[in-house]
T-cell receptor, first 115, second 112 residues
Framework: ETGVTQTPRHLVMGMTNKKSLKCEQHLGHNAMYWYKQSAKKPLELMFV???????ENNSVPSRFSPECPNSSHLFLHLHTLQPEDSALYLC??????????????FGEGSRLTVL | GEDVEQSLFLSVREGDSSVINCTYT??????LYWYKQEPGAGLQLLTYIFSNMDMKQDQRLTVLLNKKDKHLSLRIADTQTGDSAIYFC????????????FGAGTRLAVHP
């Protein structure tokens, strides 16, 4: 496998469920990101991790809880979500998290639907 | 504040040129990027331009940067059906880490 892999690709959950999104990068990068993509809206940066340390929490509600156990894996734990949280959640990585570190490599995303 | 704006749709005929426009707000951005998202896929870097450049050409792609007006454009020459995708403009946020601010994306539809 190469690049950035996200699972599951599709997820449907009720508002009371607890689920997790997983991201794995095989690029040897040190920084990982969660973005939210909603229709007709700019991509929203949610979290940034650098060497497993969170460096950005972009005013994201606490019902989204990220976890970065090592530099290759990133999770997004979901609980008591709202229908408006339905979106495509994109994971990305880059060589490091310094400014102008350059290209982000994205996974294919996890399409989340909250009923 | 941080804001990148793009028009949402563009429709062109196959073989014509496509021009996708973008405006941004952070005048200290060092790099500006164009990413492409094909259906069912994540974003892929298409090209980028350094802020001290006015133009960059890469095969069928031409990027123009007007720093005074904070305007970025992507021109695709001889547009093909395979170019149909969503194109995102992004600027590098002037903060201390690698934060890219994306626009909402322009959906390019190429028709025969």
């Amino acid at each position: 496998e190469t690049g950035v892999t996200q699972t599951p690709r599709h997820l449907v959950m009720g508002m009371t469920n607890k689920k997790s999104l997983k991201c794995e990068q095989h690029l040897g990068h040190n920084a990982m990101y969660w973005y939210k993509q909603s229709a007709k809206k700019p991509l929203e940066l949610m979290f940034v991790y650098s060497l497993e340390e969170r460096v950005e929490n972009n005013s994201v509600p606490s019902r989204f809880s990220p976890e970065c156990p090592n530099s290759s894996h990133l999770f997004l734990h979901l609980h008591t979500l709202q229908p408006e949280d339905s979106a495509l959640y994109l994971c990305a990585s880059s060589q490091d998290a310094g400014r102008d570190a350059g290209e982000l490599f994205f996974g294919e995303g996890s399409r989340l639907t909250v009923l | 504040g941080e804001d990148v704006e793009q028009s949402l749709f563009l429709s062109v005929r196959e073989g014509d040129s496509s021009v996708i426009n973008c405006t941004y707000t952070d005048s200290s951005s060092t790099y500006l990027y164009w990413y492409k998202q094909e259906p069912g896929a994540g974003l892929q870097l298409l090209t980028y331009i350094f802020s001290n450049m006015d133009m960059k050409q890469d095969q069928r792609l031409t990027v123009l940067l007007n720093k005074k007006d904070k305007h970025l454009s992507l021109r695709i020459a001889d547009t093909q059906t395979g170019d149909s995708a969503i194109y995102f403009c992004a600027e590098a946020f002037s903060g201390g880490y690698n934060k890219l601010i994306f626009g909402a994306g322009t959906r390019l539809a190429v028709h025969p």
